[in-house]
């Protein structure tokens, strides 16, 4: 089911949502005030008419100009809301956000997305409405993530059906299971009212003692672990739901896990073309929906030692001109040391926007980070020219996965009888076999 808001009206709540956060602009500007009249609908037939205005004619430039500095700010971020209900002030949201609900904090900092881990899940009805309310209370619909790789990572295991892993679905060489797998997932996930998945992983396992990629990879063959990434991509696709290839420009070859510590990776651009690259070229052909960023220096990459989530050139240079990708870049998490040791919480957010990433994910102080970003905006240090360009990627990927105009409405009679469906379980038991 989905909650159907049209343009116009989506941008009216989004107004309300502006007023009654607290945290932003209080009046709307005169984009805003122009975009609460009823919006034309697209031309279906023929020349779209001149005299229309391009907004008009494409809905993502339409919500677009309708979105004030303070929204579009918001849109490239998605943090971790605490607790299990949309309405309920946790004890540890409230040590992160004041006596303030997820709803609340929805509206207040204009999220684009949120993402869910296992402190959020208790049983599938709880998850259901858990989602529902936090669309509730969103302007325009949100992105809805979690990590779901199957295996080693598996946010929503409480629930979902127990997939093995990447590296045991690699080692089938089938790639028509890696995608019937990542179909199965994605569905479950969407009947929760999750919408991306961070999966699959690009990383080819190089280094047996990776301590943090490991049987997370499909394993260390470049070209088998491209065929498993591009099959799980159209999986999730068949499924409705948008994928992620993480974690660029490769975390395969690494002793150090970027939780904790800095890795470097010292492989020249031919080893990285020939060993690196293959997976995230063959997600990309795949039509992966976002790329992850990695907290690691990549030296001949980018002699900086920056790590490639705050570098220009690995993120725009390498991954979007020299890769032609057009989708999302996400940040990996902005809470890891990996990324926090050089810079504070607010400045890492601003250079990874000014490195090219999209969607901030998971700072480790909202406020902090929001702030930030758009005090930089204001004060013109990012443009906002580079600002629309992230707050249009993410909007293309809400319409492209049915979100832009639809705030997806879950429900619990569905999710119960696609979770751990009979046809899934078989599916698992025929990978470990």
């Given at each position: 089911m989905v909650r159907r808001i049209g343009a116009a009206s989506v941008l009216t709540i989004a107004l309300a949502a502006c007023s009654g956060g607290g945290g932003a602009a209080t009046a709307a500007p005169p984009a805003q005030q122009s975009a609460q009249?009823?919006?034309?609908?697209?031309?279906?037939?023929?020349?779209?008419?001149?005299?229309?205005?391009?907004?008009?004619?494409?809905?993502?430039?339409?919500?677009?100009?309708?979105?004030?500095?303070?929204?579009?700010?918001?849109?490239?971020?998605?943090?971790?809301?605490?607790?299990?209900?949309?309405?309920?002030?946790?004890?540890?949201?409230?040590?992160?956000?004041?006596?303030?609900?997820?709803?609340?904090?929805?509206?207040?900092?204009?999220?684009?997305?949120?993402?869910?881990?296992?402190?959020?899940?208790?049983?599938t009805a709880q998850v259901v409405e858990l989602t529902n309310g936090m669309q509730r209370a969103s302007g325009l619909p949100l992105l809805v993530g979690t990590d779901q790789e199957n295996g080693l990572v598996s946010r929503m295991s409480a629930l979902m059906t127990r997939f093995p892993g990447a590296s045991q679905i690699g080692a089938t060489g089938d790639t028509g299971l890696s995608r019937a797998v990542a179909r199965a997932t994605g569905e479950e996930l969407r009947a929760l009212g999750v919408n991306l998945d961070f999966a699959p992983?690009?990383?080819?396992?190089?280094?047996?003692?990776?301590?943090?990629?490991?049987?997370?990879a499909f394993g260390d063959d470049p070209a088998k672990v491209a065929k498993m990434v591009a099959a799980a991509v159209k999986g999730f696709g068949d499924a409705k739901v948008a994928s992620t290839a993480k974690h660029f420009p490769g975390h395969g070859d690494t002793r150090i896990d970027s939780h904790t510590g800095l890795p470097v990776i010292k492989h020249t651009r031919a080893q990285w073309e020939r060993l690196d690259a293959p997976p995230f070229r063959a997600a990309i052909a795949a039509g992966v929906d976002a790329v992850m960023s990695a907290h690691i220096v990549f030296p001949k990459l980018d002699p900086s030692g920056d790590p490639a989530t705050l570098s220009k050139p690995i993120l725009t240079?390498?991954?979007?001109k020299e890769l032609g990708f057009k989708g999302v870049i996400s940040t990996d998490a902005l809470n890891m040391e990996g990324v926090r040791k050089k810079y504070g919480d607010g400045e890492v957010a601003v250079r990874a926007v000014l490195a090219g990433a999209d969607l901030l994910l998971m700072p480790y102080d909202l406020p902090k980070a929001y702030g930030a970003v758009l005090a930089a905006?204001?004060?013109g240090r990012i443009s906002q020219q580079r600002l629309d360009q992230s707050v249009t990627r993410l909007l293309k990927l809400k319409q492209a996965r049915g979100l832009l105009q639809e705030a997806p409405v879950a429900s619990a009679k569905r999710a119960a009888q696609v979770l751990r469906s009979p046809e899934h379980r078989k599916l698992a038991a025929r990978v470990i076999r």
């Open positions: 009249q009823p919006a034309q609908p697209p031309a279906t037939g023929g020349e779209p008419a001149t005299s229309a205005p391009p907004s008009a004619q494409d809905p993502v430039k339409r919500v677009l100009a309708g979105l004030s500095t303070e929204q579009k700010v918001g849109q490239l971020f998605m943090p971790v809301l605490y607790g299990t209900a949309a309405d309920t002030v946790s004890g540890e949201n409230q040590a992160r956000y004041g006596a303030q609900t997820p709803a609340k904090v929805i509206r207040k900092y204009h999220l684009g997305g949120v993402i869910l881990f296992p402190a959020n899940v208790r049983t992983v690009a990383d080819v396992n190089i280094d047996p003692r990776n301590p943090v990629i490991g049987p997370r240079g390498l991954l979007r905006v204001k004060d």
